[in-house]
């Protein structure tokens, strides 16, 4: 647990999105679209390798790599006998910590089967419906189909789908009911209504209090729009993220800026061996002085 000062809501939620911390992903995948860093394909590598390890270097390094060799070379990441060219051990982030031994063995194998030396198929297939509209899919759509592939559950659901809509591969519909399946929003939203009632910690929240604290967010940053394409109005799921966030900020885990902050130290050793991920590291929110 860390020493700061603890903000509001309202001073957290903003700070997150004046300075781009609110996904610093999101920013730096769009900025390397936009300026020719990175092409649709890799794009498409990039997103598998991350939601597999959840780590900017790692998945970086990864997206490098085309057709079979890119599961090749996952799968020496998943297996992670054979050092990183780095040295020392491939990454996880505390969200894919079970990634890993048998189980990451077989996610790569059953993917690697599926999509051969096609990869990029896997964001395609997600993020599209053949049958359904080319331009829009419903959370709940892309949820299914993220969940027909051994080893994502809803923690990968919810990110590949925030991931795919913000990047601009797929405009996708989320609703509150889409949010509020999760624990942590949950409780934080729970936190906050307590805050603003002046409930003690151990007053229970009904459901109707959860969804009065999104829709006092979404209301509160309706002058804002939902960074990094800023083509609409704060959403559920920009709700979602402030207060996944808030969470661990008053627990004495989440400092201003800290994913800005965490993803360039975790990026900074990958930047000087591999060119993309310098080039994700140079479109990175810098941090606020």
Avoid at 210 to 233: C, E, G, N, Q, W
């Amino acid at each position: 647990m860390r020493d700061y000062p603890k903000l509001s809501i309202e001073e957290f939620g903003r700070e997150l999105l004046v300075s781009g911390d609110l996904d610093p992903v999101y920013i730096a995948l769009h900025l390397m679209q936009r300026e020719g860093d990175i092409d649709k394909e890799q794009l498409y590598r990039w997103i598998l390798a991350y939601i597999l390890c959840y780590h900017c270097g790692c998945a970086s390094y990864l997206s490098e790599f085309a057709g079979n060799e890119f599961f090749q070379r996952v799968m020496i990441a998943a297996t992670n006998l054979e050092q990183t060219p780095l040295g020392g051990r491939w990454p996880r982030s505390s969200e894919r910590r079970h990634w890993r031994g048998k189980f990451a063995e077989e996610v790569v194998a059953k993917l690697h089967f599926q999509y051969g030396d096609r990869p990029e198929q896997f964001v395609e297939n997600i993020a599209f419906d053949s049958v359904g509209d080319p331009y829009h899919a419903k959370f709940s759509e892309v949820a299914k189909r993220v969940s027909n592939h051994h080893g994502f559950s809803h923690w990968a659901s919810f990110k590949l789908a925030d991931l795919i809509d913000r990047v601009g591969i797929q405009n996708i519909d989320f609703s509150f009911h889409d949010v509020v399946i999760y624990k942590d929003p949950v409780l934080a939203a729970e936190m906050v209504y307590r805050q603003k009632n002046g409930l003690p910690d151990n007053v229970k929240v009904k459901p109707e209090g959860i969804k009065a604290v999104f829709d006092y967010l979404i209301d509160h940053f309706s002058d804002y729009t939902a960074p990094p394409l800023f083509d609409r109005k704060i959403g559920v799921q920009e709700s979602e993220s402030q207060l996944c966030k808030y969470k661990s900020h008053l627990h004495g885990h989440y400092p201003l800026y800290n994913d800005i902050r965490e993803i360039h130290h975790g990026l900074t050793p990958w930047a000087e061996i591999n060119s993309t991920a310098k080039k994700f590291q140079l479109r990175m929110p810098v941090l606020p002085i």
